[in-house]
C-alpha cells in the first residue's frame, strides 16, 4: 500500500459568484465575469492541485447540514443538478462527481471510533450541496479527481462554540487516520468565507464589480488581522483567537471546516500562502494554502 499522505491543506471559499462569473459550460446562467481577484486566486491553486498529483480532494462544507451526525458521501458516481437556494440566479449547475467509498467509509469509521455520531450518505439520487460543488470546481473543473465530502453537523451553533470545535478536532483526527490507513494521497478543502456580513439586498447586475465592498469595516478588520497572523504561521495564535473572530465577525469558520482541516494536518505553525482576497457580497474571501508537501510535512505517522 502506498504511504498515506496529507499534500496541502486549502482554506477554499464557496461564492456560487465565482462560477457564475467564470461561466463554465456546466452552468446554465451566463456572465459578464466579476469577482476576478478570487478567480484568479484559484487558478494558482488549479496549478498547484496538478503539480501534486493528489488521489482524492476531500471537502467539508457548511452547506450540507445534518443535524445528526457527520455524514459522508457514500456513493460511487453521484450526478445532477444543484441550484443555489438564495442565488438560483446565479448558480443552476449540472454536477457530475467521483466519490471515494473506501475513503468514506474509513472515515465514518474512524469517526466512531473517537466517539462521533457518524453515517454513509447511500442515496444515489443525492443533489450535492452548492458549496461542495463550487470549491471543487474551483479547485479541479475538470472533474477528474475522486471526491469526499463530509458534511456539516453545526455543533458549534446549537453547542457552545467550544464544544462544537472540539468535535471538529475530532472529525480532523479521524479524517488524518483514515487517510493514513488506506494510503491516499489527499489534499483537504476548508470551504468556508472569514467574515460574513453581507448585503441584504443585490445589485442590478450583480457582476458589477463597482457595487462590490466589505460590508462591514469590522468584519474587514478582523479579516486582514487574521490573514496577517496565517501568512506569518502564527497559528497557534489564530486559533486562540478563533471564538472571538467567530463572535465578532460573524465568521463562517464556526461551522467547523477550517478546525477540521488544521486538525488532520496536525495543527503545523506553518505559513499559509495567500492565493487571494476579496469581497463576495461583502463577505470576506480568502484563498490560503499550507502545502505541507513542499516542506516535507505530508506523510502521516501511526498514532498507534
Same mark, same amino acid.
Given at each position: 500500500?502506498?504511504?498515506?499522505?496529507?499534500?496541502?491543506?486549502?482554506?477554499?471559499?464557496?461564492?456560487?459568484?465565482?462560477?457564475?462569473?467564470?461561466?463554465?459550460?456546466?452552468?446554465?446562467?451566463?456572465?459578464?465575469?466579476?469577482?476576478?481577484?478570487?478567480?484568479?486566486?484559484?487558478?494558482? $491553486?488549479?496549478?498547484?492541485?496538478?503539480?501534486?498529483?493528489?488521489?482524492?480532494?476531500? $471537502?467539508?462544507?457548511?452547506?450540507?447540514?445534518?443535524?445528526?451526525?457527520?455524514?459522508?458521501?457514500?456513493?460511487?458516481?453521484?450526478?445532477?443538478?444543484?441550484?443555489?437556494?438564495?442565488?438560483?440566479?446565479?448558480?443552476?449547475?449540472?454536477?457530475?462527481?467521483?466519490?471515494?467509498?473506501?475513503?468514506?467509509?474509513?472515515?465514518?469509521?474512524?469517526?466512531?471510533?473517537?466517539?462521533?455520531?457518524?453515517?454513509?450518505?447511500?442515496?444515489?439520487?443525492?443533489?450535492?450541496?452548492?458549496?461542495?460543488?463550487?470549491?471543487?470546481?474551483? *479547485?479541479?473543473?475538470?472533474?477528474?479527481?475522486?471526491?469526499?465530502?463530509?458534511?456539516?453537523?453545526?455543533?458549534?451553533?446549537?453547542?457552545?462554540?467550544?464544544?462544537?470545535?472540539?468535535?471538529?478536532?475530532?472529525?480532523?483526527?479521524?479524517?488524518?487516520?483514515?487517510?493514513?490507513?488506506?494510503?491516499?494521497?489527499? *489534499?483537504?478543502?476548508?470551504?468556508?468565507?472569514?467574515?460574513?456580513?453581507?448585503?441584504?439586498?443585490?445589485?442590478?447586475?450583480?457582476?458589477?464589480?463597482?457595487?462590490?465592498?466589505?460590508?462591514?469595516?469590522?468584519?474587514?478588520?478582523?479579516?486582514?488581522?487574521?490573514?496577517?497572523?496565517?501568512?506569518?504561521?502564527?497559528?497557534?495564535?489564530?486559533?486562540?483567537?478563533?471564538?472571538?473572530?467567530?463572535?465578532?465577525?460573524?465568521?463562517?469558520?464556526?461551522?467547523?471546516?477550517?478546525?477540521?482541516?488544521?486538525?488532520?494536518?496536525?495543527?503545523?505553525?506553518?505559513?499559509?500562502?495567500?492565493?487571494?482576497?476579496?469581497?463576495?457580497?461583502?463577505?470576506?474571501?480568502?484563498?490560503?494554502?499550507?502545502?505541507?508537501?513542499? *516542506?516535507?510535512?505530508?506523510?502521516?505517522?501511526? *498514532?498507534?
Amino acid at each position: 500500500m502506498n504511504e498515506g499522505k496529507i499534500l496541502s491543506g486549502l482554506l477554499a471559499p464557496h461564492p456560487p459568484h465565482l462560477v457564475y462569473g467564470e461561466n463554465p459550460p456546466q452552468n446554465e446562467p451566463r456572465s459578464q465575469g466579476g469577482w476576478e481577484p478570487l478567480r484568479w486566486a484559484y487558478d494558482q $491553486v488549479r496549478e498547484n492541485i496538478e503539480h501534486l498529483k493528489p488521489d482524492v480532494l476531500i $471537502v467539508h462544507s457548511p452547506h450540507w447540514i445534518t443535524q445528526v451526525g457527520h455524514h459522508f458521501l457514500g456513493v460511487p458516481r453521484l450526478t445532477g443538478r444543484s441550484v443555489d437556494p438564495i442565488f438560483p440566479n446565479l448558480f443552476r449547475y449540472d454536477f457530475g462527481m467521483n466519490v471515494d467509498v473506501e475513503l468514506a467509509e474509513a472515515c465514518c469509521e474512524e469517526a466512531t471510533k473517537l466517539g462521533l455520531v457518524s453515517k454513509m450518505m447511500r442515496n444515489p439520487s443525492f443533489r450535492v450541496d452548492y458549496g461542495t460543488i463550487t470549491t471543487l470546481h474551483m *479547485v479541479r473543473p475538470q472533474w477528474d479527481i475522486p471526491v469526499v465530502g463530509i458534511s456539516a453537523n453545526n455543533t458549534p451553533y446549537y453547542l457552545n462554540t467550544k464544544e462544537g470545535l472540539g468535535e471538529m478536532d475530532l472529525l480532523g483526527r479521524a479524517t488524518r487516520e483514515a487517510i493514513r490507513k488506506t494510503g491516499r494521497r489527499a *489534499v483537504l478543502l476548508a470551504s468556508n468565507t472569514l467574515s460574513h456580513w453581507h448585503f441584504h439586498e443585490e445589485p442590478a447586475l450583480p457582476e458589477d464589480m463597482s457595487k462590490e465592498h466589505p460590508e462591514r469595516y469590522d468584519g474587514y478588520l478582523w479579516d486582514v488581522r487574521m490573514i496577517e497572523l496565517m501568512r506569518k504561521g502564527h497559528m497557534k495564535e489564530v486559533f486562540e483567537l478563533l471564538p472571538q473572530f467567530i463572535e465578532e465577525a460573524f465568521a463562517e469558520i464556526k461551522s467547523g471546516a477550517f478546525t477540521w482541516m488544521h486538525a488532520a494536518m496536525g495543527y503545523p505553525e506553518l505559513a499559509g500562502k495567500l492565493h487571494g482576497y476579496g469581497t463576495v457580497i461583502g463577505t470576506g474571501n480568502a484563498v490560503i494554502e499550507w502545502n505541507l508537501e513542499d *516542506v516535507g510535512l505530508s506523510r502521516l505517522e501511526s *498514532v498507534a
